[in-house]
């Protein structure tokens, strides 16, 4: 039997995950990825440690399932999305460290195209931001010298990290992207599904710099660097990954990863749908010539709230110490609105800071930590909401994945919030699992989608049980805690 390499190049890791034709990960090898910080508000990253850092997981994950690259029938590609590499076509060499979709240090740059909010969104599905590619690139040019003639000579390629992980595999013969990662770089249309003239004109990117854009089911050719005659058959961006490897295939299947954020995509079908909530339209993926698109949302403190008990609060000891804590004591009216940095979607309110309402007297430790694994699933619900709205459309199956998904009291209350259904994977690499499907779908491992439905598993499905009179109060409370929070200013 031959294996599929799949390979998640994450903003703090690089993994590569062996996948044997049920589906099922049978070896694993990681290794961090240094994120700096040269100035508040930058992150950057070192774009060959990154190169090196996929290599030596390729290496590993072999050797530790005692197989060589003959072994691999094809190579699948997901990675962060947004962050943005530049480098020289003469010597293959970045010019510059990538900038990390979390960096700020482009925000300047973007302030310049307020008053074309509008057109960018029609086009691109987003907002004008520094977290997508297109102000990052503007960056790298201004600071390098003479960075904007080496551009428009040819000399500098420009790619998100796919690009440059393809580029580098296939040893500098292949310079593409795809789709899903061209989508989110805001000089993407994703009508048209082609690099928009107008949009590169605006930030003044020379076109010769991008990559050729691809489905994200295509031969990208041969990753010579391996010596081996494995093909790159399959790349998305990770969230798009993620909502393929839980086998999101039809209009109208979502998923939610609970991480230290948490980030919601419902599949729309063959259109792109526009929200004016603050939601994202994005491409899900591209198989032959059919598109799929999604709508994306996110909330900012996930997991990341249990991270705050325990380090901050040292309520816990762990997170895991979460669950059985907060089923320690009955639902109390406390709700606390975890605003650290102020509210996503829907209220898109920067300068919102948390609070907690509703403590009495006998208020204590249970309480105040089942009333913050709930604020995680009333975030995701006032996102849930929007999107049904925007999508017009009932979601009644959500998939999880992430580190919280762990939490069975999150998760139960979660679907009971959403009166929902809740489907947890058998296997939570849905990252990479979606990259190794899109993969096997292009080279034939995979005859076709049903084969892969057929072959995907779950440990656990979490059934709605609470009665729709008792959401509408709790959630009523929500409403009105979002509202007080957001007047404290
Ligand atoms: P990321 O990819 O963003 O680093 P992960 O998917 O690895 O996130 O999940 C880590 C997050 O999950 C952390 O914020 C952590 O607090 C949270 N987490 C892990 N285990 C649990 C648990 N049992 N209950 C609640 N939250 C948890």
């Given at each position: 039997m031959k294996y599929i390499l799949a390979i998640d190049q994450g903003t703090t890791s690089s993994r590569a995950i062996l996948f044997d034709n049920t589906g099922k990960p049978v070896q694993i090898a990681q290794r961090e990825v240094t994120c700096l910080f040269p100035h508040s508000g930058w992150v950057e990253a070192d774009a060959l440690a990154i190169w090196v850092s996929v290599m030596d997981v390729i290496n590993e994950v072999l050797i530790k399932a005692n197989l060589t690259i003959d072994d691999v029938a094809t190579i699948g590609l997901t990675n962060q999305r947004e962050t943005t590499v530049v480098w020289s076509?003469?010597?293959?060499?970045?010019?510059?460290?990538?900038?990390?979709?979390?960096?700020r240090q482009s925000a300047d740059i973007c302030d310049n195209f307020a008053k074309e909010k509008e057109t960018i969104h029609q086009k691109t599905g987003l907002i004008i931001n520094p977290y997508f590619s297109a102000s990052k690139v503007r960056f790298i040019l201004d600071h390098l010298e003479n960075g904007q003639e080496r551009a428009e000579s040819g000399e500098l390629l420009f790619g998100t990290?796919?690009?440059?992980?393809?580029?580098?595999?296939?040893?500098?013969?292949?310079?593409?992207?795809?789709?899903?990662?061209?989508?989110?770089?805001?000089?993407?249309?994703?009508?048209?599904?082609?690099?928009?003239?107008?949009?590169?004109?605006?930030?003044?990117?020379?076109?010769?710099?991008?990559?050729?854009?691809?489905?994200?089911?295509?031969?990208?050719?041969?990753?010579?660097?391996?010596?081996?005659?494995?093909?790159?058959?399959?790349?998305?961006?990770?969230?798009?990954a993620a909502?393929?490897?839980?086998?999101?295939?039809?209009?109208?299947?979502?998923?939610?990863?609970?991480?230290?954020?948490?980030?919601?995509?419902?599949?729309?079908?063959?259109?792109?749908?526009?929200?004016?909530?603050?939601?994202?339209?994005?491409?899900?993926?591209?198989?032959?010539?059919?598109v799929t698109y999604a709508l994306e949302g996110s909330v900012f403190i996930g997991g990341a709230i249990v991270q705050w008990i325990r380090d901050e609060m040292q309520l816990i000891e762990n997170a895991a110490d979460s669950e059985k804590i907060a089923q320690m004591s009955h639902r109390s009216r406390v709700y606390i609105v975890p605003a650290f940095t102020g509210l996503g979607t829907p209220y898109w309110d920067d300068d919102a800071r948390g609070a907690v309402f509703g403590l009495t007297r006998g208020t204590n430790r249970s309480q105040f930590v089942r009333a913050c694994l709930e604020a995680i699933a009333y975030q995701c619900k006032d996102?849930?909401?929007?999107?049904?709205?925007?999508?017009?459309?009932?979601?009644?199956?959500?998939?999880?994945?992430?580190?919280?998904?762990?939490?069975?009291?999150?998760?139960?209350?979660?679907?009971?919030?959403?009166?929902?259904?809740?489907?947890?994977?058998?296997?939570?690499?849905?990252?990479?699992?979606?990259?190794?499907?899109?993969?096997?779908?292009?080279?034939?491992?995979?005859?076709?989608?049903?084969?892969?439905?057929?072959?995907?598993?779950?440990?656990?499905?979490?059934e709605p049980q609470m009665s729709k009179k008792e959401i509408k109060e709790l959630y009523k409370g929500w409403k009105t805690a979002i509202k007080a929070t957001r007047m404290f200013k």
């Open positions: 076509k003469k010597t293959g060499m970045p010019v510059y460290n990538a900038i990390v979709w979390q960096s990290i796919d690009s440059w992980i393809i580029y580098k595999l296939t040893s500098g013969k292949v310079h593409a992207t795809d789709v899903t990662n061209a989508s989110r770089t805001l000089l993407f249309n994703i009508n048209d599904m082609k690099w928009d003239e107008e949009l590169c004109k605006m930030f003044n990117i020379p076109m010769s710099m991008l990559p050729t854009v691809r489905p994200s089911a295509y031969d990208y050719g041969q990753a010579t660097f391996l010596k081996s005659d494995v093909h790159i058959t399959g790349v998305l961006g990770d969230q798009q909502l393929f490897g839980q086998t999101c295939f039809e209009s109208g299947e979502s998923k939610n990863t609970y991480g230290t954020g948490c980030f919601l995509l419902v599949n729309t079908g063959d259109k792109p749908v526009f929200s004016n909530k603050g939601l994202l339209t994005t491409v899900a993926w591209q198989i032959g010539n059919k996102v849930m909401e929007v999107m049904q709205k925007d999508a017009a459309q009932n979601i009644s199956v959500l998939k999880v994945d992430g580190g919280a998904t762990k939490n069975k009291y999150l998760m139960q209350f979660q679907s009971d919030i959403l009166h929902t259904t809740i489907k947890l994977p058998k296997c939570l690499e849905t990252t990479a699992l979606g990259a190794a499907y899109m993969a096997g779908l292009q080279c034939g491992y995979y005859p076709n989608l049903e084969s892969i439905k057929k072959i995907h598993e779950y440990q656990a499905i979490y």
